[in-house]
């Protein structure tokens, strides 16, 4: 049987301890991608531990993006890749979807509207009273909930809002049908601590931080139509900059 072993952060479980010896052998290409794991019943007798224990065990290797469980067929080893997210562009989220071919599924969990109280305005930079749509949407990238953006839409400026608008793309609707000039972002990165929400709605298990990012997007004429909190699961993305040298 395999013993406890002490980590950082205490004692390190039967069945983390096997995720993290199968994780090694994914990522030094012991199993490849669109390979499949030995079968549960195989595992078992490797690792001398439940089937329960390799249960919990392949659980985590899928919550963790590195296999698919197929029903009937077995787990299946998938692309390991991170997608570049452009720190400096402002690009829709189904913008990045098509230019980098990624397999992705946008569900809608929330669509409501609100009124921006004191707390508030405080994050978003809306007036307070101000009417505005919020629109909690889930991203799924390859089969695994990667991204959870929360939006805040003026209503003033955007009337009307719909889920089929909000699966597609928004800036698709209004620069296409409501005819508004996006013209730039105020944005702000960090790595915050995972909300229940996050948790739930990414199959976070061990990581306890996403990375963060609010952005609060303009128009052309200066007014604010937009608050966006973008949280991504840690080891899907990976942000990236253009930096020029300027000469003074």
Known sequence: MYDKKQTSEGIMKKYEQIFKLIE?????????????????????QTYKVSRDTIRKSLDLLQKAGLIQKLKGQGSKVTKQEQIDFPVSNLTSYQELVQ??????KTNVIQLEKITVDKNLSNLTGFPEYRLVWRIIRQRVVDD?????????????????MTREIAEQSIYAYLEGKLGLHIAYAQKEITIDP????????????NDQ????????VYLTDGQQFQFTDSRHKLEKFRFIDFAKRQKR
């Open 99 to 104: 230019q980098h071919g990624i397999n992705s």
């Open 209 to 216: 931080h996403v990375v963060s990012v609010k952005s609060k």
């Open 144 to 160: 695994v909930a990667s991204v959870l953006d929360i939006d805040y839409l003026d209503k003033s400026l955007v009337p009307s």
């Open 194 to 205: 995972a909300t229940n929400r996050d948790k739930i709605l990414m199959d976070i298990e």
């Open 24 to 44: 090694q052998d994914i990522l030094n290409e012991k199993y490849q991608v669109n390979d499949y794991l030995p079968s549960e019943h195989e595992l078992v």
